[in-house]
C-alpha cells in the first residue's frame, strides 16, 4: 500500500504570522494563542521556558492566572497546528517547551539559506546564480516581520537581525545588477534604498560606483552631494573615507574605478598607514609627574612660583549615605586622570534637594588614591540670588593650593591662568558645588587631563564642552525607605513599613525631604510612624510638615522658581488645578501663553523641574512634574483669579474630550454613550490616539483624564465636565474601574445641578446607577435610572430615555425575577429601533433571551439569543459577540446539552481575553466551572470557579462572588467534603442577605 505524504507545513515570519499545509492557511485563532506561536518559532528547535512566555505575553503585570492561561493556549497550539518532524510538534520539557520545525518549514531560515548560497555565488564572482538566489530569497517576504502582532521588547533583536538581513540582501541585489551590466535596474533599486535609509554610506557608494560605471558622471556627483549634504546637515558629520576617495575618483575621471563590495560596511576608520601618536600609547604610570612637568609660564610681577599645598577639602559625605550604585559606577568610570587628553568634567543636574552634594563626596571619597595631589572643593551657591563670581572663587582655589592672599592676582584672567598653571600636570580632583551655569564653571577648568572635574548643578548645563551630564533622579523607594530607618533608628520604621512607604512616597523619595521627615520623626519619639504619615497625606499642609533645624523643603524649592521666567513659574501654579503629576506635551502648553510656550518650557526642563517621559503607546512626549513642587503649585493655584481657572480647565477639557471620544471609538460598542452636548471640543497640538491600542491608552492617561472632569466641574464648566465624564464610560465599563467612574460622574454631577443642567444630569445618574447595578445595590440603582428615564422623556431625548430603560430592565431582572423586566426592555427596544441603533437593539435582544431562559421558555430565549448573535457578528461587534455566546453557553447548560456548553463559552473566553475584559471573562470561566462539574471533572470544576471568584472578589462584585461559592459548595459536596460545601454555602447565602438586606434570601440569577 503505497502511503501519500503528509501536506507540507511551512511556518511565515517575514510578515504577519502564517501557518500553511499543503498550500492551505491553517487558522490558529486568538492573539495570545498567536503571540506564545511567534515567540516559539523566534526560538524554533530550542526549549523555551514558561517565564519566558509568560513575559512576553503580560510584561510586567500578568495576571494571577498567567500559568493556566498560557497552558490553555499551548493547547490550543498542539491541536491546530500541523504535525512536524517529531511525534509532538510542541514538547514539553523539565525547562520549557520546544517548538519542532524542519529546516524548509520556517520562511527566516530558508531566507538565511539562501542568503549564504548567494553569498558563496557573490565571493567567487558568478553574478546571475548569486542575482537569482537573491530574488528567490526576496521573495519570502510579505511585509514587516509579524506585522499582524503587537510589539514585545524579547522580539526586538531577532526581528531587528532580520530587517536588517533584508536590507543586506536588497543592497546586494541592486549591485549584482551593476556587475552585470544592468545598471537601470541596480540604479533604480539603489535610489530606493538611498531614500529610505538615507544615512547608510554603502548604499550611495554603490550608486554612485553604479552611475559611473554607467557613464553618467555628472549624476554620480550629484548623489555625493546629495549624500554629504544629509550627513553634514542632519548629524554633523563628514562623509567618511570611501565615500570621499570615490568622488575625488569621479572627480579626476578615473577609467578604474573599483565597485564597492556588495553589502560591506563603509569604512570610516583613518587609514592604518598613518602613524599612531605617541600619547596614545603612553601608559597613564609614563605622565610627568609634578616635578617633572612642562614648566608653566612666567607668573605676574615676577614672583618667583610658590610651592604648591596638597588640599584634602572634599566635604564628608553623609554617614547614613544609601543606594546610588548605578551613579557611583559612572562616576569611577569617568574620573580618573588621563594625560593624553583634556580634564574629565563630569556634571551632576538634578532639582533642589535631590542630594547632588552627597553624592559627589561620596564620589569623591573613593577616587582619592587616583588623586594623590589633591582635591580642592569650591561652593559655588549658584542657585541663590547672589551666586559667587569665578575671580572670587579662584582666589580661594590658588589659597587653598599654597598661594598667600598678598600674591594672589587681582585680575580674574590672570588668576585663571595661575590656577590652570599650578595645576598643569598634577593629578587633583576638583568638586565645584551648586553652579549656576557655564559661565561660572569654564573658568574654574584645569587645562591638562591630569585633573578631573566634577560639578554639581541644578540646571542642565547642556553647552560645556566635553562634559558627562549625569541626571540625578531621586532614590528608590527601598533606599528612600533604608535612609528612614538610618535616620529613626529606634525600630518604629521595620515595625510599621506599610506607613514607612507612604512617607517615603509623600516626600517623592527626595533626600533631603525623606531627611526632614526622619529628623521629625526622631525628635518625636513617642509619635507612630502611621501618625506622622497621616500628616503627610495629600492635601494643602504637607509642606509645613518637612522642615527641621532651619531647613525647609519648601525654601529649597522656591530659587529654582525664582530663577524662571514669569511666564514658566504661573505655568507651574496653573499645573497645581490639577491632581495628576504627569501630563502630556499639548496639556503643560496649555497652561503657558502659547506664543511663549517653547522658550519657557524649555526654562522648566533645563532647571530639572519638568522631567520629560517617554509614552511607549502613543509616541507623544509627557512631562513629569515633581511631587513635592506639585504640592507647592497645589497651594499657589488657590490664588488665581477665577477667570484664569475656568481658561485653563476649558482648553484642557476641550482637548481631552476630543481625544477620548476618538479613542473610544475603538473600543468595543457601548449603548451607556448619550446624545452629545454643546462642549467645546478643539484639541490644539495633540496627537491622535492610536487605533490599535486603546485601553493602553486610557489605562496611562486615566488619571489625568478624571482630574480633568474635577476641575472642569470646580470652575463649574458643568457642559465640558458632564461631557468628558461621560466620553469615559465605555473605558471604565470595559475595564471595571468603577472607583474613578464613580468619582468622575459625582463631580460632574454635583456641576450640573448646580447649572440646572438636565441633560447632562440625566445622562450621569445612567452611569452613576449602572455602577450601582453592577455592584448589587439595586434599590440605589432603581431610583437613579428612574430618575434619569423620567429626565430624558422630559427632554425627548430618545437615546436617554433607552439607555435608562434598559438599566431598569436589568435591575428588575436580577432583584425581583418575576418583576416589570419584560416590559422595560421592550421600551428600550423601541427607543433603539427607532434610533437604527442595531448594536444596541443586540444587547436588548441578549436581555430578553435571559429573562426567557430564567423563566424556563428555552426555545424563545434560543430566539433571540440567535438574533442578537446574528446582528453581532454582522456588525463585527465581537464583546456583544462573546457576550451572546457566553448566554447561549449558561442556556445549553440548562438544558443539559454540556459539550456544546463547552465550546460557547470557551470561545467567549477567549474573546474577553483579547478584549481585556476580566469581569465578563469572569462570568464565562464561573459557567464553565458549572458545566464541568455536571460532566464529572470536578478537578477543572474547581479551578474555574476559583478563578472566577478571585475576579469577583477584586472587582467587589457580591452577586457574582456568591454564584462562585454557591458554585464551590456543589463541587465540595460531590468530592465528600461536606465541611467545606457548609462553609461555603453559609458564605454565599450570607452576601445574599448582604445584597437584598433580606434574612430570607434565596438564590438569585445570575447575570
Given at each position: ?8 507545513t ?33 526560538h524554533?528547535?530550542r ?55 524542519a ?13 549564504r ?31 499582524d ?25 541592486a ?9 537601470g ?47 553634514v546637515g ?11 576617495e ?12 573599483a ?38 609660564a ?13 588640599p ?83 582666589g580661594?582655589?590658588l ?23 599650578l ?19 569654564e573658568?574654574l ?32 523607594p527601598?533606599?528612600a525607605r ?29 533626600p ?11 525628635a ?13 497625606a ?31 513659574v ?28 517653547d ?8 532647571a ?31 490664588q ?5 481657572r ?19 471609538t ?19 497640538g495633540?496627537p ?23 476641575v ?30 464613580r ?67 436589568s ?10 423586566a ?8 423601541e ?20 429573562i ?22 454582522r ?28 465550546r ?21 470561566i ?56 457548609a ?8 452576601l445574599?442577605?448582604q ?13
Amino acid at each position: 500500500m503505497i502511503v501519500a505524504p503528509a501536506p507540507r507545513t511551512t511556518f511565515g515570519l517575514l510578515g504577519p504570522l502564517r501557518v500553511r499545509a499543503g498550500g492551505v492557511d491553517v487558522p490558529v485563532p486568538g492573539a495570545k494563542r498567536r503571540m506564545v506561536l511567534a515567540h516559539l518559532l523566534l526560538h524554533a528547535n530550542r526549549v523555551v521556558s514558561a517565564d519566558e512566555l509568560t513575559a512576553t505575553l503580560w510584561a510586567d503585570d500578568p495576571p494571577r492566572t498567567a500559568r493556566d492561561n498560557l497552558y490553555t493556549y499551548l493547547s490550543g497550539l498542539r491541536h491546530c497546528l500541523p504535525p512536524g518532524p517529531e511525534p509532538a510538534r510542541i514538547s514539553t520539557t523539565p525547562h520549557g517547551y520546544q517548538l519542532h520545525v524542519a529546516d524548509d518549514e520556517l520562511d527566516a531560515a530558508v531566507f538565511a539559506t539562501l542568503l549564504r548560497q548567494a553569498a558563496a555565488h557573490r565571493h567567487a564572482g558568478r553574478w546571475r546564480p548569486a542575482l537569482d538566489l537573491l530574488d528567490e530569497a526576496l521573495r519570502l517576504w510579505r511585509g514587516a516581520p509579524l506585522a499582524d502582532l503587537p510589539a514585545r521588547p524579547a522580539w526586538s533583536a531577532p526581528l531587528g537581525r532580520l530587517t536588517e538581513l533584508r536590507l543586506d540582501a536588497r543592497e546586494q541585489h541592486a549591485v549584482a545588477h551593476v556587475r552585470l551590466g544592468e545598471h537601470g535596474a541596480g540604479i533604480g533599486e539603489l535610489r530606493e534604498l538611498a531614500t529610505d535609509h538615507p544615512f547608510r554610506e554603502s548604499l550611495w557608494l554603490h550608486l554612485m560606483t553604479a552611475l559611473a560605471a554607467a557613464g553618467r558622471r555628472a549624476d554620480a556627483l550629484a548623489a555625493y552631494r546629495q549624500a554629504r549634504d544629509l550627513l553634514v546637515g542632519e548629524l554633523g558629520v563628514e562623509p567618511g573615507a570611501a565615500l570621499v576617495e570615490a568622488h575625488r575618483a569621479i572627480l579626476a575621471g578615473s577609467d578604474h574605478l573599483a565597485p564597492a563590495p556588495a553589502g560591506a560596511a563603509t569604512p570610516d576608520a583613518p587609514d592604518a598607514a598613518q602613524p599612531v601618536p605617541v600619547s596614545a600609547t603612553t601608559p597613564a604610570a609614563a605622565a610627568p609627574s609634578p616635578a617633572t612637568a612642562p614648566a608653566a609660564a612666567d607668573p605676574p610681577s615676577g614672583v618667583p612660583e610658590p610651592p604648591v599645598a596638597v588640599p584634602h577639602q572634599l566635604p564628608a559625605y553623609p554617614a547614613d549615605f544609601v543606594g546610588r550604585q548605578v551613579e557611583l559606577d559612572r562616576l569611577d568610570a569617568l574620573l580618573r586622570p588621563d594625560p593624553a587628553g583634556p580634564p574629565t568634567v563630569a556634571c551632576l543636574v538634578g532639582m533642589a534637594g535631590v542630594g547632588k552634594t552627597a553624592l559627589a563626596a561620596r564620589a569623591g571619597s573613593r577616587v582619592t588614591d587616583r588623586f594623590p595631589d589633591g582635591q580642592l572643593y569650591a561652593q559655588l551657591h549658584g542657585s541663590t540670588d547672589r551666586p559667587r563670581g569665578a575671580g572670587q572663587v579662584l582666589g580661594e582655589l590658588l589659597r587653598a593650593l599654597g598661594v598667600p592672599r598678598p600674591q594672589l592676582p587681582r585680575r580674574t584672567a590672570e588668576r585663571a591662568a595661575q590656577y590652570r598653571s599650578l595645576l598643569a600636570g598634577r593629578r587633583v580632583l576638583v568638586v565645584l558645588d551648586d553652579a549656576a551655569g557655564v559661565d561660572q564653571i569654564e573658568p574654574l577648568l584645569p587645562a591638562t587631563g591630569t585633573a578631573a572635574v566634577l560639578v554639581t548643578c541644578r540646571r542642565t548645563v547642556t553647552t560645556l564642552p566635553g562634559a558627562h551630564l549625569l541626571s540625578v533622579p531621586a532614590l528608590t523607594p527601598d533606599d528612600a525607605r533604608t535612609l528612614l530607618a538610618r535616620i529613626v533608628p529606634d525600630g518604629r520604621i521595620e515595625h510599621d513599613p506599610a506607613a514607612a512607604g507612604r512617607i517615603t512616597r509623600a516626600c517623592g523619595y527626595l533626600p533631603l525631604a525623606v531627611r526632614l521627615a526622619g529628623a521629625r520623626l526622631a525628635a518625636h519619639p513617642h509619635q507612630s510612624v502611621a501618625q506622622f504619615a497621616a500628616l503627610l497625606a495629600p492635601g494643602p499642609g504637607r509642606l509645613d510638615q518637612l522642615h527641621a533645624d532651619g531647613r525647609s523643603v519648601r525654601e529649597a524649592l522656591l530659587p529654582s522658581l525664582r530663577r524662571l521666567p514669569d511666564d514658566a513659574v504661573l505655568a507651574v501654579t496653573r499645573w497645581g488645578l490639577f491632581a495628576s503629576e504627569t501630563q502630556p506635551d499639548w496639556v503643560v502648553r496649555s497652561l503657558f501663553d502659547l506664543p511663549r510656550s517653547d522658550r519657557a518650557l524649555d526654562a522648566l526642563v533645563e532647571a530639572n523641574l519638568l522631567r520629560p517621559v517617554a509614552d511607549p503607546v502613543a509616541g507623544e512626549l509627557r512631562y513629569r512634574l515633581p511631587e513635592l513642587l506639585h504640592c507647592h503649585a497645589t497651594e499657589a493655584a488657590g490664588q488665581l483669579p477665577p477667570d484664569e481657572r475656568r481658561g485653563v480647565a476649558g482648553r484642557v477639557s476641550a482637548g481631552w474630550l476630543a481625544r477620548a471620544e476618538d479613542a473610544t471609538t475603538a473600543l468595543p460598542h457601548c449603548v451607556f454613550l448619550p446624545r452629545p452636548g454643546t462642549a467645546d471640543r478643539s484639541a490644539p497640538g495633540a496627537p491622535t490616539p492610536p487605533r490599535t491600542a486603546p485601553l493602553a491608552w486610557f489605562d496611562q492617561r486615566l488619571g489625568a483624564l478624571v482630574d480633568a472632569v474635577d476641575v472642569a466641574a470646580a470652575a463649574d464648566l458643568h457642559e465640558p465636565a458632564w461631557e468628558l465624564a461621560v466620553a469615559l464610560t465605555p473605558y471604565f465599563d470595559h475595564s471595571n474601574r468603577y472607583d474613578e467612574w464613580r468619582r468622575s460622574h459625582r463631580s460632574a454631577l454635583a456641576a450640573a445641578r448646580r447649572a440646572g443642567n438636565r441633560h447632562g444630569e440625566a445622562a450621569l445618574l445612567r452611569g452613576l446607577g449602572q455602577i450601582l447595578l453592577y455592584q448589587d445595590r439595586y434599590g440605589e440603582a432603581r431610583e437613579l435610572l428612574l430618575r434619569s428615564y423620567q429626565l430624558s422623556r422630559e427632554l425627548g431625548d430618545v437615546r436617554g430615555a433607552a439607555v435608562a430603560a434598559s438599566g431598569l430592565g436589568s435591575v428588575e431582572r436580577l432583584a425581583v425575577p418575576r418583576g416589570n423586566a419584560t416590559r422595560w426592555f421592550r421600551r428600550s427596544l423601541e427607543g433603539f429601533v427607532a434610533l437604527g441603533d442595531e448594536n444596541a437593539q443586540a444587547q436588548v435582544h441578549n436581555n430578553l433571551g435571559m429573562i426567557n431562559r430564567d423563566r424556563g421558555r428555552y426555545d424563545q430565549a434560543h430566539d433571540r439569543f440567535q438574533q442578537a448573535l446574528q446582528t453581532a457578528r454582522r456588525l463585527g461587534d465581537r464583546h456583544r459577540e462573546a457576550n451572546v455566546l457566553r448566554e447561549i453557553g449558561a442556556l445549553n447548560l440548562t438544558v443539559r446539552r454540556p459539550t456544546a456548553a463547552l465550546r460557547q463559552l470557551t470561545a467567549a473566553v477567549e474573546i474577553f481575553d483579547q478584549l481585556g475584559d476580566t469581569h465578563c471573562a469572569g462570568y464565562a470561566i464561573q459557567t464553565m466551572g458549572r458545566v464541568l462539574l455536571t460532566t464529572g471533572d470536578e478537578r477543572r470544576a474547581h479551578r474555574s470557579l476559583g478563578r472566577a471568584l478571585g475576579v469577583f472578589r477584586r472587582l467587589g462584585d457580591r452577586s457574582g462572588e456568591a454564584t462562585a461559592m454557591e458554585g464551590l459548595a456543589e463541587v465540595y459536596a460531590a468530592q465528600r467534603r461536606s465541611r467545606d460545601a457548609a462553609s461555603s454555602r453559609e458564605k454565599a447565602l450570607e452576601l445574599r442577605r448582604q445584597i437584598t438586606g433580606d434574612t430570607e434570601a434565596t438564590r438569585l440569577p445570575h447575570r
